[in-house]
């Protein structure tokens, strides 16, 4: 197993998810990430069709490389697009680049080589297959045997999938020799279903669990939870709201925020490796990284379990899993 450290960048954002960052800020980000001790780093082709690996490699290629880990993906190759418009999938750039699914031999070995250019960096440290959930019998019979293939042969050091749903991720976990999984979104302070099948599958295997999506997109990510925070990018169900504002108050009552109690309900359970976070400024990564350093009084995680605001499955600090 890979030794991950206990939390990374998610530089999605750095592809200009939903929202434009300039170049200046991005690497001012990855500056400031540097600067708190964060050397983890997760990219993807997908984010921003490229630009966030740019930025990536831009910001890291003069440190040295022996002291980072970075991350990167395949299954979707960046070809030309019209570059009339803009890019339709969530990302704040033009489309002059636009993906196409590829989950064989061929494309992946072709991805990582793009990638390297990108990064303008030599090797990469982990190679995840991304999103294929609507693709598995393709990524089974070529994307993920070439990804081992390759870590045979050195060109890289550990492979695994990222998705969002965890169905899929046990099946290949069962299946393959996964050093990591990444799975966003499905274990969190509102929902612990990856802890159903994902992570005693992943223990079995010694594959490491890296989460993403610990604030919930956005519900988890303010001490006070507003009327229009988002969930699964989207407008909070009024029930869940409410249960995130409870949260929210007796984490006050305890002299802690909801986010902190995010952040550390998260690497509680001993399956998770690492938690990556998207930030697209360095005044993001002093908070986040002020979440971490944060010493959380374990008596509000039994106020929670007290009035039952805890998922079925979530380890919090001072647990052990059952």
Same mark, same amino acid.
């Given at each position: ?50 630009? +966030?690996?740019?930025?990536?490699? #831009? ?24 570059? /009339? ?8 750039? &033009? ?19 793009? +990638? ?28 993920? &045997? ?19 749903? $965890?169905?899929? =991720? ?50 988890? #990510? +303010? ?15 009024? *029930?869940? =709201? ?13 002299? $802690? ?31 986040? /990284?002020?979440?971490? *350093?944060?010493?959380? &009084? ?25």
């Amino acid at each position: 197993m890979i030794d991950l450290p206990r939390w990374g960048l998610g530089a999605a954002t750095l592809g200009n998810l939903f929202t434009a960052v300039s170049d200046e800020t991005a690497r001012a980000t990855v500056d400031a990430c540097w600067d708190a001790g964060v050397r983890y780093v997760d990219t993807a082709p997908h984010y921003g069709a490229g630009l +966030s690996e740019e930025r990536v490699g #831009a910001a890291l290629r003069d440190r040295p490389r022996e002291e980072f880990l970075l991350q990167t993906k395949v299954g979707r190759l960046l070809v030309p697009g019209p570059g /009339a418009g803009r890019d339709t999938e969530g990302f704040d750039v &033009p489309d002059t680049r636009v993906r196409v699914w590829d989950f064989s031999a061929a494309g992946v070995r072709r991805s990582v080589e793009e +990638s390297l250019g990108r990064l303008g960096l030599d090797r990469v440290d982990v190679a995840l297959v991304h999103d294929p959930d609507d693709h598995l019998d393709d990524a089974r019979a070529g994307a993920f &045997p070439e990804l081992l293939r390759m870590r045979e042969e050195g060109l890289v050091r550990a492979v695994g999938a990222g998705m969002n749903e $965890t169905a899929p =991720l046990t099946a290949v976990v069962e299946e393959f020799d996964l050093d990591v999984v990444l799975v966003a979104g499905r274990y969190h302070l509102l929902d612990a279903s990856a802890a159903d099948g994902l992570f005693p599958a992943a223990q079995r295997a010694g594959t490491a669990v890296v989460l993403g999506g610990v604030f919930a997109s956005g519900l988890l #990510a +303010s001490a006070e939870p507003p009327q229009d925070a988002t969930y699964r990018y989207e407008q909070a169900p009024p *029930a869940l =709201l409410g249960r995130a504002r409870r949260t929210a108050a007796i984490a006050r009552e305890h002299g $802690t925020t909801l986010p902190a109690l995010a952040v550390h309900a998260a690497g509680a359970h001993p399956a998770v490796a690492s938690v990556v976070l998207g930030m697209r400024s360095p005044e993001e990564v002093q908070h986040n /990284a002020a979440l971490f *350093a944060e010493e959380v &009084p374990l008596q509000v995680w039994e106020a929670l379990r007290r009035e039952d605001l805890l998922p079925a499955g979530l380890v919090v600090p001072g647990e052990g899993a059952a």
